[in-house]
């Protein structure tokens, strides 16, 4: 009951800008026709998140996406490129 007052208060149910709703002028518009466009991203966190990173982005090809693949800085793994700290 509480979630459904806002949302009957607010008769538009996608808040758009009204200016960003329209084209700039001179641009033909999506490719093939289509209306719109949406990103895709994956936030990776630690060895967990970074082991299935693969094959996700396989699943993403496959079905003719690409994906933005966001990898946290602190965690448990190192980043790609460098070596992990050992101490002695």
Partial sequence: MLANRP???????????????????GRPGWPNGKKFAFVLKH???????LE??????EIDKALGFR???NFVPE?????FGSRPSVSR
Avoid: M
Wanted: aromatic share 8%; charged share 30%; hydrophobic share 30%.
């Fill in 7 to 25: 949302r009957r208060q607010d008769s538009n149910p996608w808040p758009i800008h009204e200016p960003a709703s329209k084209a700039p002028e």
């Fill in 43 to 49: 936030d990776v966190e630690g060895l967990k998140g």
């Fill in 52 to 57: 299935p990173c693969r094959q996700l982005a």
């Fill in 67 to 69: 994906a933005s693949f």
């Fill in 75 to 79: 965690g448990d793994y190192p980043l």
